[in-house]
């Protein structure tokens, strides 16, 4: 099969670790018969570096052409890098948001897990990460107070500023939809987290997840309000399977879910549209501060890139193979800074990606 990828290094660490996935997509291929052809895009700082805009319309033709898009990282320091000295919309970020409106790419999906040799590094207690935890966050992506119209305006002598919340039935439906769906290959929970206690797109967003629900009868659901929810991740977060939320609240609380697995090194995620395209990238950011010195963790992104064969390609095999090298790898006691405890073996980010590929 010939997969046509296009990649994304984008800033930071981005380049290092999107080169080890590229390594382990390479062995990936040759082993089984596959033929990797894949193509750079600029995006981000490195963009507005070269074409003065975080992503071109030439940039994202050449995406839409793709069958899928891996990307590392994009972003700087914002209070040193002089890309956030530039108007919003010529930002880093900007070009991430664009890129995820126009291929349409709503349903983000986040995996928290906590791995088994890695719980010395959850920062909860023990009595709760003895238990383990294994979910997945299914975050809307391209609607809400992101896409949301928004303005400042002089009034009364003082700045005043508007961003708003907006959601129509259909956009809940199609997200809900892929909640339940992905319920259905996983433990069959799902918990749908708004605030319907103070938001109308909440009361909406509680409806349509109610109806959707009784398409899905083996599914339980459970209806949570965000701000519980934040507090649940840290006192028991083994009671979550499928967490279906809107743009903001995923937003935050992804962060927190990854946080409490101790190894936001390891996560991986797929934005996908209704086709079978997706964006895959891992959940960590551009880390500026260690960028260019091999300590990164090419875990994450190498994980993103067994995602994008399962998920784009149907390549299930071959994925496996990927999430069963790194599992080999960490069970020989290798591991990069960010992870690293007693008795394991140091190793930076190209060994790490030679270890995983040597292990496929
Ligand atoms: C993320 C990031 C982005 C977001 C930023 C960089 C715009 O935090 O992917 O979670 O808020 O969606
Ligand atoms: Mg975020």
Redesign the pocket.
């Known amino acids: 099969m010939k997969l046509n990828i296009v990649c994304i290094p984008g800033d930071g660490i981005g380049p290092e670790i999107v080169t080890e996935a590229k390594k382990v997509l390479n062995k990936v291929a040759s082993v089984n018969g596959h033929e990797m052809d894949f193509t750079d895009i600029l995006m981000g700082g490195a963009s507005i570096d070269v074409h003065g805009v975080p992503l071109t319309d030439e940039a994202i033709e050449t995406a839409k052409a793709a069958d899928a898009v891996l990307m590392g990282s994009i972003?700087g320091d914002t209070n040193t890098s002089p890309w956030y000295k530039l108007s919003p919309e010529k930002r880093p970020?900007a070009g991430?948001?664009k890129i995820r409106k126009s291929l349409g790419l709503f349903a983000n999906l986040r995996p928290a897990i906590l791995y088994p040799e890695l719980r010395g590094a959850c920062p909860l207690k023990e009595e709760i990460s003895v238990k383990g935890f294994d979910m997945l966050i299914m975050r809307e992506l391209t609607g809400g107070l992101y896409f949301g119209e928004r303005h400042t305006v002089e009034k009364d002598g003082q700045k005043v500023a508007t961003d708003t919340l907006t959601y129509s039935e259909a956009e809940i439906r199609r997200i809900a939809i892929k909640g339940f769906e992905i319920a259905m290959k996983r433990r069959r929970k799902v918990t749908s987290v708004d605030k319907a206690n103070v938001l109308d797109s909440s009361r909406l967003w509680r409806a349509v997840v109610n109806e959707v629900a009784k398409d899905f009868p083996e599914v339980t659901l459970e209806h949570m309000l965000v701000d519980n929810c934040a507090m649940q991740l840290v006192k028991d977060p083994s009671q979550f399977d499928v967490i279906l939320t809107e743009n903001m609240f995923g937003?935050i609380l992804?962060d927190e879910a990854s946080m409490v697995t101790g190894s936001i090194g390891m996560l991986a995620s797929a934005s996908l549209n209704d086709t079978k395209f997706g964006l895959y990238e891992p959940s960590h950011g551009s880390a500026p501060d260690i960028a260019g010195k091999d300590l990164a963790n090419p875990i994450a992104t190498i994980l993103s890139a067994a995602m994008m064969l399962r998920y784009s390609f149907d390549l299930d095999k071959e994925a496996d193979a990927i999430e069963s090298a790194v599992d080999k790898v960490l069970k020989d006691g290798y591991r990069t800074g960010d992870i690293m405890s007693e008795g394991c073996r140091k190793v930076g980010c190209r060994e790490m990606g030679d270890l995983i590929a040597e292990r496929i």
């Open positions: 972003g970020e991430l948001l937003d992804s």
